[in-house]
């Protein structure tokens, strides 16, 4: 199973579409592109492996594997990226502003219910974090130089 999940970057924070097969799954929120930078940086586009995780303070959420440089990465819920990410994905209903989103536990819900049945049969889930230009993070990296 391949979940593609499609970025526009901002200095500000990352938007989302979390697609399959084609059609939208949610919308995700993440920190901006600073590259790479543990805690205020999203992770770099790349395929990774997903698995099923659970903790008490997030419930049923999923584990990215494998991001260079980098661990613990999950897709949590949250609402506000700044706030509540660390570089981490958030799911969301609907963007409300740049890195915020709304109703991310009822996203997260909608994406588990997809996921954790594929899983469960061991078939490996794999996420693919793309750019939706590919002039995006470019144009965010030349934003951020200092002169």
Known sequence: MLLVLYRT??????????????KTICQTIELPWLENQRCVSCIP???????KRYS??????????????RNLILIHPANHAQKEL????????????????????????????LVFPILDKNIQVELRITSTNLNDKKEVELKNIKL
């Open 9 to 22: 970057y901002f200095p500000n924070g990352t938007q989302g579409t979390l697609q399959f097969n084609g």
């Open 56 to 69: 008490k303070r997030f419930k049923k959420h999923l584990h990215i594997k494998n991001v260079p440089g």
């Open 86 to 113: 660390k570089g981490c994905i958030a799911p969301v209903t609907k963007h409300i502003g740049i890195g915020q989103g709304s109703s991310s536990r009822k996203a997260l819900k909608k994406l588990t219910d």
């Open 45 to 51: 586009e790349g395929i990774y492996i997903l698995q």
